[in-house]
């Protein structure tokens, strides 16, 4: 069984981390803040909860104000990033420092997360920040968007997706995400990939809120760059699986399945939690001419009230000749995961092209 990631929160880690603090800050209490951190609750402690308990005892340890916090908090990241270590998940709780202790104090804040996200991002940290001061943070963002930082223009996408996951929603970009797309439209062509994958995980979060939004906007940018291309097509994966008729067109992409699926096959028709099933299947053109199709295909899980639900993978997207046969072959792997538990029951793997699912098989998952 894999490490659980709580567990980067160990002796070591934070030996290495009070004789960088020391550095810093010669009078940082060691053992005070070891006897803090492992207290009675510790082992109970999720990561989040680590995180969070981390942040606080840190508070306890530096001296001052909060922007003379902060500014220890900077000294010891840049001492971090001398001796070679660029951030990592360990790192998370300097963001929750600034969200705990500093949401008062906008401006210092602000230019502490441009700061310290070229560290480690602090796109959860700035959410209570824009459901206060929406106005003034989505500011700041459009300039950080032009920033010469890679990391600071991931950020200005990043921390304003309306529905950016593990943290908490901006109620108010899901309804409006105007806001957003200034930011955007400076990023759409940008030279960082790290910078195009946020904007493109920005646009599949407008889009499940306001589908026509995006419509228009991918509409506007088609063909802008390859570059531009790869965003828009990202962005637009969840409609894309809902078969949204002004996307598909966008794509080129027919309404309609002119194929036929034959001799779908499951390797196991029961498996247990954990493991992998192997499925596979035969597709045939009967269109007159090469046709455009999406190949994806869906497991309908069972939930914990015994109810499915559907969830879409794709497999290909690509010109299919006439009268040609094609095989296909994949696995899906029925592990837990953070993002997702698995429950016993009968479920169904079903394949779909544009949208329409043309054949299905059930098998029953054990516990």
Same mark, same amino acid.
């Given at each position: ?40 609750? +510790?082992?109970?402690?999720?990561? &989040?909860?680590? $995180? ?26 840049? !001492? ?12 998370? =709780? ?18 502490? $997360? ?10 959860? !940290? ?10 003034? *943070? ?5 300039? +950080? ?20 996951? +593990? ?12 806001? *957003? ?6 990023? @759409? ?23 026509? *939004? ?6 506007? +940018? ?10 828009? &097509? ?16 966008? =794509? ?5 399945? #002119? ?8 390797? #196991?028709? @029961? ?8 499925? #596979? =299947? ?30 879409? =993978? ?43 699912? $043309? ?9």
């Amino acid at each position: 069984m894999a490490e659980p990631l709580k567990n980067v929160y160990n002796p070591s880690f934070f030996e290495g981390f009070i004789a960088t603090a020391k550095q810093v800050l010669p009078a940082f209490n060691e053992q005070q803040f070891l006897n803090v951190i492992f207290d009675q609750e +510790w082992e109970k402690r999720e990561l &989040k909860q680590r $995180m969070r308990h981390i942040a606080t005892a840190l508070n306890d340890q530096l001296p001052g104000y909060y922007n003379e916090q902060v500014g220890f908090i900077l000294k010891i990241t840049e !001492a971090l990033q001398q001796q070679g270590i660029n951030g990592g998940l360990e790192y998370i =709780f300097f963001p929750d420092f600034i969200e705990q202790y500093g949401l008062q104090d906008l401006k210092c804040s602000l230019k502490a $997360m441009e700061t310290l996200t070229q560290f480690i991002s602090c796109e959860f !940290a700035i959410r209570p920040f824009l459901l206060k001061y929406p106005n003034e *943070v989505m500011a700041q963002m459009l300039k +950080w968007s032009k920033h010469p930082h890679h990391h600071v223009r991931r950020f200005s996408s990043e921390g304003c997706r309306p529905r950016l996951p +593990w943290a908490m929603a901006i109620p108010g970009l899901k309804i409006n995400p105007s806001p *957003v797309i200034p930011i955007l439209e400076n990023l @759409k062509n940008d030279s960082s990939v790290f910078v195009r994958k946020s904007v493109a995980n920005n646009l599949n979060d407008i889009a499940k809120d306001n589908p026509m *939004v995006v419509v228009q906007l991918v509409k506007k +940018w088609k063909g802008y760059s390859k570059e531009t291309d790869w965003i828009i &097509k990202h962005g637009c994966r969840s409609l894309l699986k809902k078969a949204h008729p002004d996307v598909y067109k966008i =794509f080129e992409l027919p309404d309609t399945a #002119s194929c036929e699926i034959s001799g779908l096959k499951l390797a #196991s028709k @029961k498996l247990k939690i954990g493991e992998r099933l192997g499925f #596979s =299947f035969e597709l045939k053109s009967i269109h007159q001419k090469k046709c455009k199709l999406r190949i994806e295909y869906a497991v309908h899980y069972v939930k914990a009230n015994g109810k499915q639900n559907r969830k879409i =993978f794709q497999l290909t997207e690509k010109y299919f000749e006439p009268g040609t046969y094609y095989s296909f072959e994949k696995e899906q792997r029925f592990q837990d995961f953070t993002t997702r538990k698995h429950y016993p029951g009968k479920h169904r793997i079903g394949i779909i092209v544009n949208g329409i699912e $043309m054949a299905s098989k059930e098998f029953q998952l054990l516990q």
